[in-house]
């Protein structure tokens, strides 16, 4: 049997805007994700948008119970920047405090650590209209809104998060259009990326003067770039793919500072951000207390063989190239590669690299189609998910044998929820949701995860 470390965490991760729903609810404001959906509702599938998702607004009550069923011992969601403070900044929306205390203080009567993120791509549109991520004013609101939360929610909350994946909506805002704006625009890319990590330093430095008993990180969708072949010139491009997709945000995170052959990457095309050097100390002496890391997918890439021409847009991929490994495993509904020994390299990079921080695997799931094929007395008998947990935890066993400092596992996600453009096309849930209906039933993958909570293993 492979056993796990005492205390260690088990459960899931969702987020606000996949799962409250009442999105003009309450004094919620708009957020980029319900403009886009009024200005371009086809982009969304099955023109599904944000305004109901998974409703646990008006569910919460009934969905925490479901968080014992399914073996949890820790839960992460996030806070809605825009219903707990509509239009991003000024009056604190108290309707929204009294739904997140109640939602959160029935959490920790479950028995469950809480985990709140403050940002997972839900941007409230009055803050995207001054510049988004781009602005410093927007980063000196964001931290409003992060004190507000300590304040308000600090003796509730086990552990804080900054920011989910703060890379993609970098790279989803400003180079593939897959978030509101929808640009293609590298200069605002690098200054969202430096602004953004900017604002989670600052954040962590108001959590510091409130003295809780809780910790803050940041959570890190981690996709190791490995190379297509041995050849220097493959290497050299998993080296700048790595710069980009995780050192980027891991380096000054962890570390405090950005590593060197980005910086000079940035310098040599004359792309670096505006920034200060009272901005450097600041993410310096603001690093986290421990990382959240998500994991669904390998980078694999090769070189670029091309000539960029000279007034060519600067885009990640004027340095490397997508590699389609062949025989690899394939989630077919999603389109990602399945992996699992990325997540013992991921835990061993952090044992070596980065001083060995306390981490925890903070998302890694499954997502497929119609998963109604699979319905078998009633219940959806989704063995593959199971497999797939069970190959991930076995090459994250290892990790943790090895030394790596890896203090929980949770999988996305609990409930299945809707997810932006993809809405609810694939389903990621232990516990199943018909959207018709809005019943909730539980799945095999639901069964099996409490019994592997309850044996610390399997």
């Known amino acids: 049997m492979i056993k796990f470390p005492k205390n260690f965490y088990w ?11 009442a999105s003009a609810k309450d004094n919620k404001t708009e957020t980029t994700w319900d403009r886009w959906y009024k200005e371009d509702p086809y982009k969304f599938y099955d023109q599904i948008g944000p305004e109901l998702t998974t409703n646990m607004y008006e569910n919460y009550k009934e969905d925490v119970k479901w968080l014992k069923k399914t073996g949890h011992n820790s839960y992460r969601t996030s806070i809605s920047w825009a219903r707990l403070i509509p239009g991003g900044k000024g009056e604190v ?3 929204a405090v009294d739904f997140y205390r ?8 479950e028995g469950v650590e809480l985990f709140v993120n403050l940002f997972h791509f839900d941007m409230p549109i009055e803050m995207q209209e001054i510049g988004g991520w781009t602005s410093r004013e927007v980063v000196n609101h964001f931290v409003e809104y992060a004190d507000t939360a300590f304040k308000l929610f600090g003796d509730l909350v086990d552990r804080w998060f900054t920011f989910n994946e703060p890379i993609v909506h970098v ?6 259009q897959y978030h509101y704006p929808a640009e293609v625009n590298p200069e605002k890319a690098i200054q969202s990326a430096f602004n953004t990590q900017l604002a989670s330093s600052l954040a962590i430095q108001a959590f510091r003067k409130h003295e809780l008993d809780s910790k803050v990180g940041i959570i890190l969708n981690l996709t190791p770039a490995y190379s297509r072949s041995s050849n220097p010139n493959d290497i050299e491009a998993a080296k700048i793919a ?37 901005d450097l100390e600041v993410i310096k002496n603001n690093t986290v207390d421990f990382l959240g890391v998500n994991y669904y997918q390998p980078l694999r890439v090769k070189e670029n063989p091309y000539e960029i021409k000279e007034d060519a847009i600067f885009l990640p991929e004027n340095f490397y190239t997508p590699f389609e490994m062949p ?4 989630n077919i509904y999603r ?8 997540l013992y390299d991921i835990a061993i990079n952090i044992r070596d690299n980065y001083n060995n921080i306390e981490w925890l695997v903070t998302e890694n799931g499954m997502g497929v189609e119609n998963e109604e094929r699979f319905r078998e007395n ?9 497999d797939f947990f069970k190959e991930h935890l076995t090459e994250l066993h290892k990790g943790v044998e090895e030394g790596s400092n890896c203090i929980g596992y949770q999988v996305w996600t609990f409930i299945d929820c809707w997810s932006w453009l993809n809405a609810y096309k694939n389903r990621y849930g232990l516990v199943e949701l018909d959207l018709d209906t809005q019943e909730r039933r539980i799945k095999k993958s639901g069964e099996w995860f409490k019994t592997l909570s309850e044996n610390n293993g399997f």
């Open 93 to 95: 929306n108290q309707k």
């Open 171 to 176: 790279e989803c805002q400003y180079l593939n």
């Open 11 to 21: 459960g899931s991760a969702i987020s606000a805007t996949q799962s409250e729903g």
């Open 378 to 386: 009633g219940q959806i008998n989704d063995h593959y998910r199971i």
């Open 335 to 342: 389109g990602w590669e399945i992996y699992p020994k990325a």
């Open 242 to 278: 790595d710069l980009i997709a995780c050192k980027s945000f891991l380096d000054p995170s962890v570390l405090g500072e950005y590593p060197k052959e980005l910086v000079d990457l940035l310098k040599d095309y004359d792309k670096l951000p505006d920034y200060t050097d009272e």
């Open 102 to 109: 109640d939602y959160f203080q029935r959490i920790k009567d």
């Open 327 to 330: 025989g690899r495993r394939m």
